[in-house]
């Protein structure tokens, strides 16, 4: 008692606490931010041409050949550099694509919960009906008749196909804070609706949010990049991992060049389970604030 | 319940009817017509515009709407730019794959998840519950294609014990060995499939078992002397089946959805693999047909989930 | 004799819905024609089995229930509609205390935005007068000004329900409605936070609707009590007419439930208790109309009211 007496129960503490006591997380977080850090600031030192110039003379050197650390792909284009820029096309991606899934589902399902009535009726009819639909597929067709697209048409379909989880999500929970007192006290305290919404209610979700922001931005990862793959997700002047793992489909390349996709294939691999362990960290500690609360 | 089903179904109308909408548009956004690579580059412009004017593309939307939808309801879907063949005819040859693997790996992916569900409930907290729990979010994280390529390379190509490709192999000749080559094919995608898809049958039964064994009920039957075996199998497990139940039937459409990566990857000719295909060779009414298809199918399974959650709940199949 | 608070025959009615195309099939008759009215600076207990809509109605004094029909009229004023109400500011002279402290204040804030918060909406302080204002309340429930910046999850039941009540009667209000505020604690807290309650009433003049299940709890607390059952009252009076001239058959039976340590008696009181519950059991059909509610107040004396069919009012000679 007289220890909690000392500490807040503010998120940054709770977390704090939590990434001190586990040594997986702490070592996922740390090394997370190395590498994010590495990749965008990596980035910057690659020139263009390193990955839009053809060099036919180089074509699939091995790794360790003529300074191409991880080799060199069909066009002669460095792996490394290729592996860099692809990271930080994908990790911007996803990164856009789950700020603002977040930005509308958190809204959208404060504003439903809170307000309920006929609005909230047809809007969750809406949204039950669009959960059902085939969204990969829908994507895929849009990504081809789209005219000018580019890296913002893709983030801005993902994004609109991809909310209606987290306003699930986020009006279950709303619900039943609204039912709390805290939020009745408040309207008699003379605080107005949107005040309720984003000063009272909001932070009693802020650790779920964090959880759901962790594992979707995984998510989005997994999904541009298997869009990529398949040949759907970014231009083609846009490298991102998954079109350097889309070298596999080719047997030829998968077995006898894994040097080409093996490398991407890791980081995307490094990235979910670096993310999956943070995630676990921060899951327990919205666990405990839920109990809490 | 009959009242809840017929509810239900009469929802179901307006969700296809939007469906159908949605994919109507997404078809007119698509570039092209009926008469797209039917004329060389020589043909008089005019000319194209009486065929169009004839084949009704100047009318309203809702009539071409309209005249588009009693057209699929017959089962005319257009031809296939490539194949030119009845778009129909070129989907039903490939949906038996498709269906045939779906099966299997939904199979799979059942047997799969319940067995683990049942070891890990059993043994709450122990190594294998944490193992079986750190498995089941670590493939729902991972994105499915990284598991094909790695399992077709290391299965298929390094070790040799699966074919890589195709449905069936050529040299294959009488019923038995055909089966038993078709089914060759499918088991490692199918079990891929099913080894990853496991993770949300696995968390809801496994907790739902937890909830269950800490119920009140539970107790009572366990101090009046009920087995322990009796008590799981009549009791907890009965219970916590409920909610599973429920979500078979948009666990069958997402399998099928889920399809369109590893198709391709396996060079399994599903449909999955022929919408991957169809759009990268803009064949743009086999795509639309598939869209439509996936999303009637959608409803339906969510249909089908709802008819399955009334007859197994009986809070709704009393009321 | 000035009235503050009048409820006119206020209905709350949530629908229920059913069948086929799940229209409204029916409605709860959370509160069903409901009048009485409240004076400056005095105290009222509303008493009733839980279900009966005492909570409905308390609710709805400080706007937080939609009323389906009837009017509140605040210092002669309607208030039924929540646009004059927010015009006026009604809630800076009408507030509540709840019945779950921990629920009641927010766990993300500090003890100091939760007192803070009706000020900064209704009294215009800016913050070193807040900080000084919130101090002082915190001073007036017994609570020393360092637990300011602390979160409620630091404190115990009874502490929380006094943050609460220190948060209630910031604005200086009128009026506080109070839905079973002790309901939820331990007995040896409940006195102490009644306690504390009852001394702001008399310290400021404010008009307390004490809203409980308990009689007991009541009888210390007010000096007016109003009986409702099933949506509808079935009794008003004074401390004296309710405990020792009670009318009505659900108001006798209430009076029974009041458990009581009395253990020579105690073969008595049980006879007596199961008396009044036969008698209930008997002639419940004469108390209540053919549609099983309560019949229209009647004054049986000038602070007294009783819902009698009128075939009784003769006989009882009044």
């Known amino acids: ?293 | 319940m009959w009242k809840t089903i017929l509810r239900r179904l009469l929802i179901m109308i307006p969700q296809l009817f939007i469906v159908s909408v949605l994919v109507f548009f997404l078809a007119k956004l698509m570039p092209g017509d009926p008469f797209s690579g039917k004329f060389g580059p020589n043909t008089d412009p005019a000319q194209i515009a009486a065929l169009r004017k004839a084949a009704g593309l100047d009318d309203p939307w809702t009539v071409q709407y309209a005249r588009w939808i009693g057209n699929a309801v017959h089962g005319n879907f257009g031809d296939s730019f490539q194949l030119k063949q009845p778009v129909a005819r070129v989907i039903g040859a490939r949906l038996g794959n498709t269906v045939w693997l779906s099966l299997l790996a939904l199979i799979g992916t059942y047997v799969t998840a319940i067995t683990m569900a049942l070891v890990a409930a059993r043994r709450e907290n122990s190594r294998t519950d944490h193992a079986l729990v750190v498995y089941n979010s670590l493939i729902y994280s991972l994105p499915a294609y990284l598991f094909y390529l790695f399992g077709i390379f290391i299965f298929g190509y390094t070790l040799g014990w699966f074919p890589t490709s195709g449905t069936v192999s050529a040299d294959a000749n009488g019923f038995f060995p055909v089966l038993g080559s078709r089914l060759y094919h499918m088991i490692l995608p199918a079990l891929i499939v099913a080894l990853i898809s496991t993770t949300s049958t696995f968390s809801y039964l496994r907790s739902g078992i937890l909830d269950e064994s800490k119920q009140d009920y539970v107790k009572l039957a366990r101090a009046k002397g009920v087995p322990e075996n009796r008590i799981f199998s009549r009791h907890v497990l009965r219970n916590a089946f409920l909610p599973i139940a429920s979500t078979m039937g948009y666990a069958i459409t997402g399998i099928f959805g889920g399809m369109i990566i590893a198709e391709t990857i396996f060079s399994f000719p599903g449909i999955g693999s022929l919408f991957v295909q169809s759009v990268l060779t803009r064949d743009y009414p086999v795509v639309t047909t598939l869209v439509l298809f996936n999303g009637v199918l959608a409803v339906l399974g969510g249909l089908f989930s709802d008819i399955i959650m009334s007859a197994v709940d009986p809070r709704i199949r009393i009321s | 004799m000035s009235e503050l608070l009048r409820v006119e025959n206020v209905k709350v009615h949530y629908p229920i819905r059913s069948g086929f195309f799940n229209r409204v099939t029916d409605y709860v008759y959370a509160a069903d024609g409901v009048s009485f009215s409240i004076e400056a600076g005095k105290t009222y207990g509303l008493i009733g089995e839980s279900g009966s809509g005492k909570s409905t109605i308390g609710k709805a004094i400080v706007g937080l229930e939609p009323i389906t029909s009837g009017h509140i009229y605040f210092q002669g004023v309607d208030m039924t509609d929540a646009k004059n109400r927010a015009h006026v500011n009604y809630n800076k002279d009408v507030q509540m205390i709840f019945q779950d402290s921990m629920s009641s204040l927010n766990p993300r804030k500090t003890v100091f935005d939760i007192i803070a918060e009706p000020l900064r909406n209704f009294s215009g302080l800016k913050e070193d007068g807040l900080a000084q204002e919130v101090r002082h309340l915190l001073d007036i429930v017994g609570l020393p000004a360092e637990t300011m910046y602390q979160f409620p999850f630091q404190f115990s039941g009874g502490q929380r329900q006094r943050i609460g009540i220190a948060r209630a009667v910031a604005t200086k209000p009128k009026l506080i409605v109070a839905d079973e505020p002790v309901s939820a604690l331990d007995l040896s807290v409940q006195a102490q936070v009644l306690n504390y309650m009852k001394r702001i009433q008399k310290d400021y003049g404010i008009a307390f609707l004490f809203i409980s299940h308990d009689l007991g709890v009541v009888r210390h607390m007010t000096e007016n009590l109003a009986i409702m059952h099933a949506g509808r009252l079935v009794e008003i009076g004074s401390r004296d007419d309710i405990f020792n001239h009670a009318q009505h058959l659900y108001t006798k039976r209430l009076l029974a439930a009041i458990p009581e340590i009395d253990v020579p008696n105690r073969a008595k009181n049980r006879a007596h208790r199961k008396a009044i519950e036969q008698e209930f059991q008997d002639q419940k059909s004469a108390y209540y109309d053919a549609d099983g509610r309560a019949f229209p107040l009647v004054a049986v004396s000038e602070t007294h009211q009783v819902a009698l069919p009128e075939s009784m009012l003769e006989g009882e000679g009044f």
Request: proline fraction near 4%; glycine fraction near 8%.
């Open chain 1, 1 to 293: 008692m007289e220890q909690a007496k000392k500490t807040a129960p503010t998120l940054r503490n709770a977390l704090r606490r939590e990434f001190q006591q586990d040594q997986v997380a702490q070592f996922a977080i740390i090394l997370l931010l190395l590498l994010t850090v590495a990749i965008f600031v990596g980035a910057l030192f690659v020139p263009k041409t390193a990955y839009t110039d053809v060099n036919i003379m180089n074509q699939y050197l091995p790794p360790m050949t003529d300074g191409h650390i991880f080799g060199t792909d069909n066009g002669g284009k460095d792996i490394f550099s290729l592996l860099v820029v692809a990271a930080r096309n994908s990790l911007t991606i996803a990164f856009f694509v789950t700020v603002l899934i977040l930005a509308l589902g958190t809204i959208g399902g404060l504003v439903t919960g809170y307000f309920g009535g006929v609005f909230d009726l047809v809007f969750m009819r809406f949204i039950d009906f669009m959960t059902i639909l085939p969204v990969m597929m829908i994507i895929i067709v849009l990504v081809t008749v789209i005219p000018h697209y580019n890296m913002w048409s893709l983030i801005i379909i993902m994004t609109l196909l991809g909310w209606f989880n987290t306003v699930r999500l986020i009006r279950a929970r709303t619900l039943v804070e609204v039912n709390r007192d805290y939020v009745r006290a408040s309207k008699t305290s003379g605080t107005s609706n949107l005040k309720i919404i984003f000063r009272e209610i909001f932070p009693n979700l802020s650790s779920l949010i964090i959880v759901e922001a962790t594992l979707m931005f995984a998510g989005n990862i997994g999904l541009e990049t298997s869009l990529s793959f398949l040949g759907f997700g970014l231009p083609a002047n846009t490298p991102s991992l998954g079109t350097l793992i889309n070298y596999a489909t080719d047997p030829e390349t998968m077995t006898g060049k894994p040097w080409v996709w093996i490398p991407a294939a890791v980081m995307i691999l490094l990235y979910t389970v670096l993310i999956m362990m943070i995630g676990q960290a921060l899951r327990r500690v919205a666990d405990q604030r839920q109990s809490l609360g």
